[in-house]
């Protein structure tokens, strides 16, 4: 035997563990490594084929189970047929036929017959146009002074409806204005307004804000306070409005028409 034939049947354990103490442990360890590696390898491919086809054992069994449960079931013709009838049964009668209905007929429109006459009991045709003209009298004929005047129809005169009419402006192109404009307004307030005894009496003070339409005419209608301080003061600022004379009207569009119009009226204890 050659020298070297027993060192070749060393692997690398042998050779890591030459000269150790083999029989601590890791030397058995690392020997019988590679058949645990190949035991897990099998057992977990095995495992897994199996996990795999239960679906199919599964099927392949419940298929056995219905198999044993059918049962061959022979149907017959004479199965099928009817049962006789029996004689003292008594058959419910057949219903009525519907009744037919028939569809409304169109109204017809009856000709009486022609009746024959003789030529004699014909009414002649009135003259025609042509013979009244041909027959008239050339001689001029006086009419009687209270005979018959025929009477000529006037024509019809349309006028064009205004759409401003009506209409109450809250903003024109120019305003209504007091006679003598914004000063003698002023004048005519001083010297008609009296001031209430019980706004007098009590210190109230403040100012009335007062709402009338100035229509296309110039008059002042639809008095009404907007915001009042009470005490006699809004029933007195009515009563000196309704006093004004005619205003001079505003205009839209070069026309005079009704204009909302708001104003002010003091009221101060001197």
């Known amino acids: 035997m050659e020298p070297n034939a027993e060192f070749k049947k060393w692997d690398i354990l ?3 563990f030459e000269g150790r103490n083999k029989a601590y442990g890791a030397y058995l360890l690392r020997r019988i490594y590679p058949s645990h590696i190949r035991k897990a390898l099998i057992a977990g491919v095995l495992l897994f084929a199996f996990f795999m ?3 199919y054992w599964l099927k392949y069994i419940k298929l056995g189970k219905d198999e044993d449960k059918k049962e061959n079931v022979e149907i017959k013709l004479k199965d099928l047929t009817p049962p006789p009838e029996k004689e003292d049964e008594v058959k419910p009668p057949p219903p009525p036929p519907p009744k037919k209905v ?3 007929k169109p109204p017809q429109q009856q000709f009486t017959p022609p009746v024959i006459k003789k030529d004699e009991e014909v009414k002649k045709e009135p003259p ?3 013979e009244i003209t041909t027959n008239t009298g050339t001689e001029t004929v006086k009419g009687d002074d209270k005979g018959y005047v025929p009477q000529i129809d006037e024509p019809v005169v349309q006028t064009a409806v205004d759409p401003d009419e009506g209409k109450v402006f809250s903003f024109v192109e120019q305003t209504p204005t007091f006679p003598g404009g914004d000063a003698a307004l002023m004048d005519f307030l001083r010297k008609n307004i009296k001031y209430p005894p019980i706004a007098r009496e ?3 003070e403040g100012r009335v804000l007062i709402s009338f339409v100035v229509d296309k005419n110039g008059n002042i209608r639809d008095i009404t306070v907007k915001r009042g301080i009470g005490s006699g003061c809004d029933e007195e600022a009515i009563r000196v409005v309704k006093m004004m004379p005619d205003w001079k009207p505003g205009k839209q ?3 005079s028409v009704n ?3 708001n104003l002010p009226i003091s009221f101060k204890l001197q």
């Open 14 to 16: 042998d050779i890591i």
């Open 53 to 55: 086809t239960i679906p």
């Open 102 to 104: 028939e569809p409304p």
């Open 128 to 130: 025609k146009i042509e």
């Open 202 to 204: 009590n210190g109230v």
């Open 253 to 255: 569009n070069g026309k």
């Open 259 to 261: 204009v909302m119009y």
